[in-house]
């Protein structure tokens, strides 16, 4: 059930003094948005503030989606789960990297060595070889750490083994406050990593499957481990040539954007680019799966199917787009 936060109780005091606002062609396309997505509310008062914001984000997709069809974008939004929900709620429920450290001050930490001229294939998609798990859903834990920490792990495992397993998120939320994680409050995937080095191994999903909740104790079990590594590997900050040859030689590799656009939230397919100019800020975490060399990057995320084109962004490439290649690192077998 969904909570009103301050801000929200000012806007619909604003929205019952103008309660016609509300548009009654839409009744059918909202309830059915309402049923496919599992929304029910307390109170009328609250659906009917619900409604508007997710009126508002409705108009704001469909003038987009105007626009990208005069070519205006390369890309489209669609309405999803997060549809009744303001931006700046779901920055605060979603936004779910720590500030970002230095790593030159943990131990085993290797800085990736790039080629003058790498030899690496104009296109690459690991779904293709078999080394991506299904897409996976957070929730509204601010986790998204874990899940691009554990896709870069399943990787790196089907490398070394040839078989595909899911590994556990919920393993990495509950015991690596150690190495400065906070659950779902936040995380780096680098912490992450070190917290498996120091662990000696990770446990699989279906051993410690996901909850959402970052209030249990540790439950990992050593003689289930799954993979380990023992180092972590990272990619000089903005480097986007380095991070390509990574993702085609390495594997899947980690990395941060910044996710606080409406355009984002509810990008749907299309090579996204970001809306606005000026400095990335790193809010959450995505797994790079492939690449094309001359267009774009493929990016899995953990916000479900639901979201994006099947759970994957397209991001345009060469010019470090939501400062993809800012905090990009991987684990090391």
């Known amino acids: ?82 549809g009744d929900l303001t931006n700046e709620e779901i920055n605060e429920r979603l936004d779910c990297l720590l500030p970002d450290m230095d790593l030159a001050t943990r131990k085993n930490v290797v800085t990736f060595k790039s080629s003058k001229n790498p030899q690496i294939p104009t296109e690459v998609d690991w779904r293709a070889k078999g080394a991506v798990t299904e897409v996976k859903d957070q929730g509204d834990c601010g986790s998204c750490w874990s899940f691009s920490a554990t896709g870069a792990l399943e990787g790196m495992h089907f490398k070394k083994t040839g078989k595909l397993v899911s590994l556990s998120e919920q393993n990495l939320i509950d015991c690596s406050e150690g190495q400065g994680n906070h ?30 909740q970052d209030y249990y104790r540790c439950r990992y079990e050593a003689e289930n481990s799954i993979t380990k590594c023992s180092a972590t590997g990272t990619i000089l900050a903005g480097d986007e040539k380095a991070l390509l040859e990574a993702v085609a030689t390495v594997g899947p590799i980690t990395v941060g954007v910044d996710a606080r656009s409406s355009q984002f939230r509810f990008y749907k397919s299309g090579i996204f680019k970001n809306p606005w100019v000026g400095d990335p800020r790193i809010t959450h975490a995505m797994l790079v799966v492939g690449y094309n060399s001359t267009e774009h990057w493929i990016l899995k995320n953990s916000w479900s199917h639901v979201w994006g084109h099947d759970g994957y962004m397209l991001l345009e490439q060469g010019s470090n787009q939501l400062g993809i290649a800012n905090i990009a690192c991987y684990p090391i077998p």
């Open 1 to 82: 059930m969904l909570s009103l936060s301050v801000g929200a109780l000012a806007w619909l005091v604003f929205l019952q003094t103008f309660s016609t606002a509300l548009d009654p062609t839409l009744e059918g396309t909202w309830q059915a948005w309402k049923a496919t997505h599992n929304k029910k509310y307390a109170l009328q008062d609250e659906e009917s503030f619900r409604r508007a914001v997710w009126e508002k984000n409705l108009q704001m997709i469909q003038d987009h989606n105007s626009q990208a069809d005069l070519g205006k974008y390369a890309y489209w939004l669609g309405m999803n789960h997060f």
């Open 183 to 212: 659950g779902c409050n936040g995380g780096l995937m680098s912490q992450a990593f070190e917290y498996v080095q120091n662990a000696g191994g990770i446990n699989s999903e279906e051993k410690y499957p996901y909850d959402g």
